[in-house]
């Protein structure tokens, strides 16, 4: 039986910046639309935190049973390690995945905005059929996509609309913006498991762009946060440049990426990105507003 510290690793909660950035983001846009609410704004997080948590999960759950995860280099998988069994670790997907719907639906609820229920229907199956199911659409090099509409524009935008009942230039650059640092997170992950990935049959985007492509991604989706930078400083928020500060938070990063890392060497390279995007979002919700 797992005990509850290899239950929050299995949880990866060095991912959760992905689930944090786009809501603060999404506040920040909110606020600037007058349209602030703050039980509104928890609940999204709670939602966007649940998912992540949920798709982390049913991710392990389904590798392990898969078996494509007996030689991961990553972080502590529950399945494949044998540390839990798999029934524990589908329910506990499916617990946090539900937990994401419940709370979900008193957003669309109390926001009247019915439609978002096919949106946060779209979500949760995103979540599952990642890598679960007969034909999960991250063994075929879909995820990267999947992570920049579910944690970039859903993410940031769901935020904002619930709460104003629209969205703005400034939102829609923000989910532009967090939607590609959560893809370059997804990016120097499947770079570091190509070899594994490739000898278990999983067809991610870095198994097909090969390992220079798939640095060069990187770097460029890095890049895109910093140029909508500069454009929301010059159509409107002049302080909005100032989120270049996190830059120095993906030195590191970039660093280990340009530089050929490989393996273990590439973990702190999730974390770093993931750092950097939880900064630049923060920096961003504060500088719109000014």
């Not at 839990?84 to 419940?102: D, R, W």
């Not at 703005?168 to 989910?175: E, G, K, M, Y």
């Not at 938070?249 to 950097?276: F, M, N, Q």
Request: net charge positive; aromatic share 8%.
């Amino acid at each position: 039986m797992a005990s509850v510290s290899e239950w929050i690793e299995g949880a990866r909660p060095r991912t959760l910046p992905n689930a944090v950035a786009p809501v603060v983001a999404g506040v920040g846009a909110a606020i600037a639309l007058d349209a602030f609410s703050w039980w509104r704004s928890v609940l999204a997080l709670l939602v966007s935190l649940s998912l992540i948590v949920g798709v982390n999960y049913a991710n392990d759950y389904s590798d392990g049973i898969r078996g494509t995860d007996e030689n991961r280099v990553g972080p502590l998988r529950l399945v494949g390690s044998g540390v839990a069994a798999p029934k524990a670790v589908l329910t506990a997907a499916l617990v946090s995945l539900g937990l994401a719907g419940v709370l979900g639906l008193v957003l669309v609820v109390t926001s009247g905005h019915w439609w978002l229920l096919a949106m946060g229907a779209l979500c949760i199956l995103g979540a599952w059929f990642y890598t679960g199911g007969k034909k999960p659409y991250g063994y075929y090099g879909f995820g990267e996509i999947a992570v920049f509409v579910f944690f970039g524009l859903a993410g940031v935008l769901g935020t904002v609309y619930v709460q104003a009942g629209r969205v703005s230039w400034a939102a829609l650059a923000c989910a532009v913006a967090v939607g590609s640092f959560s893809t370059a997170v997804l990016t120097a992950n499947n770079l570091r498991d190509i070899p594994t990935d490739i000898e278990s049959g999983k067809r991610t985007l870095a198994t097909r762009l090969g390992d220079g492509g798939t640095r060069r991604l990187y770097l460029v989706l890095i890049t895109v946060p910093y140029v909508l930078s500069v454009v929301l400083a010059v159509t409107g928020y002049p302080l909005a440049f100032l989120p270049v500060i996190s830059i120095a938070l993906l030195l590191p990063a970039v660093g280990a990426v340009h530089g050929g890392k490989s393996g273990r060497e590439l973990i702190p390279a999730l974390r770093d990105t993931g750092l950097a995007m939880l900064l630049w979002a923060v920096v961003t919700a504060i500088t719109v507003n000014l």
